[in-house]
């Protein structure tokens, strides 16, 4: 669909003491973010139910 | 969520009401009174004609809400000086005119990449509520509606809001109104934001918001937490440590440096000591 080019574009901040930052959380960076096993509880919760979508039956 | 439950689309007479303030606006608590359709201007600087500078499904949000399909709109209230949109929300020319063709073809890519629900963002979308209204009145298959605001509106807005929201995420950004003055450029911040959040906890589901901000865990966060804790204990308390310098704070002593590690836990903690309803 042609619309707005920003809506595929995630900004990505990496800090100096490895904190990432993340605007527009696409679902492909949050497989990325996923694989890296952050401390992020709201992250493994998302990653978590996002998984259990992808293999739930009919999904 | 990817079915609606409880609102319902917006009646003409809703509809009618709500266009009724692009004659004489009174959306927000600045209350211009402007004749934004006779071509006058604001506070915000809006038209009647809403513009739409992305789109797009997300997963950042409180776990509940994603994936959420996002519609930003350009305009808004308030001018943050750490606002992360920019220009994107401050100038109310940016994007494309969000039509019905667009809004219609927008949602139903939003159902095929499995969004949850639809996210109004801005900017602010209280400024454009009777377009919206109309649009989502007018959607042959809306999804559940989500909508994040500053919580400036008036109460006119809110009403005209009841029945057509089924999640309000509020933003309540400051603490007290020196910072919501120096920060923002608004006036009687905390008493109207207050006010708004007791009307939305009464309408639909509501998350409050805290972006937790640099220097102002006492002035801001602790105000807002025991004013939760007082008030809408229940209410779901999302605190989210992700700031970023952006916009003008680049150049604003204190807010030009990212928060400090700490900062998010301790947060955290305080809420949890308080007993609220903490979701994220």
Redesign the interface.
């Known amino acids: 669909m042609d619309l707005d080019d920003e809506s595929r574009i995630s900004e990505i901040t990496l800090q100096p003491d490895g904190r990432i930052y993340v605007f527009g959380l696409s679902r492909e960076v949050l497989n990325i973010l996923e694989a890296l096993c952050p401390p992020d509880h709201p992250l493994r919760e998302i990653a978590a139910d996002e998984s259990a979508c992808e293999n739930a039956p009919n999904s | 969520m990817s079915q609606r439950a409880t609102a319902s689309q917006p009646s003409s007479d809703l509809i009618a009401r709500a266009r009724a303030h692009y004659s004489k606006c009174l959306l927000c608590e600045h209350r211009c009174g402007t004749d934004r359709a006779g071509g006058d201007r604001g506070k915000c600087k809006a038209s009647d004609q809403v513009r ?9 949000e ?2 509940e809400l ?2 959420s399909h996002l519609f930003y709109l350009s305009g808004c209230d308030l001018r943050c000086v750490f606002c ?1 949109a920019g220009a994107n929300a401050f100038d109310p020319q940016r ?2 005119p969000l039509d019905q063709a ?1 809004f219609d ?2 949602v139903a ?1 939003g159902r095929t990449r ?1 969004a949850k629900n639809l996210q109004w963002v801005g900017g602010e979308p209280t400024i454009h509520l009777p377009t919206l209204l109309e649009l989502m009145s007018r959607c042959p298959d809306l999804p559940p509606i989500v909508w994040k605001s500053d919580f400036y509106g008036t109460p006119e807005a809110f009403e005209l809001l009841l029945g057509s929201v089924d999640v309000f995420v509020a933003d309540f950004k400051f603490g007290n109104d020196v910072c919501a003055k120096r920060l923002a450029g608004v006036e009687n911040y905390t008493s109207i934001v207050q006010r708004n959040l007791q009307i939305a906890a009464a309408q639909a589901d509501l998350i409050v918001r805290h972006l937790l901000l640099p220097g102002h865990f006492d002035c801001c966060f602790r105000p807002i937490a025991a004013w939760m804790k007082q008030h809408l204990p229940r209410a779901k308390f999302s605190v989210r440590d ?1 700031y ?1 310098p952006a916009w003008q704070a680049t150049r604003q002593e204190g807010l030009n440096r ?1 928060l400090a ?1 700490n900062v998010g836990p301790a947060a955290r903690g305080l809420a949890v000591e308080s007993g609220l309803n903490l979701i ?1």
Do not use: M, Q, T
Request: neutral net charge.
């Open positions: 739409l500078f992305r789109h797009r499904i997300e997963y950042g409180e776990p994603v994936p992360i994007g494309r667009l073809d927008a890519w499995g992700g970023l990212p590690p994220y």
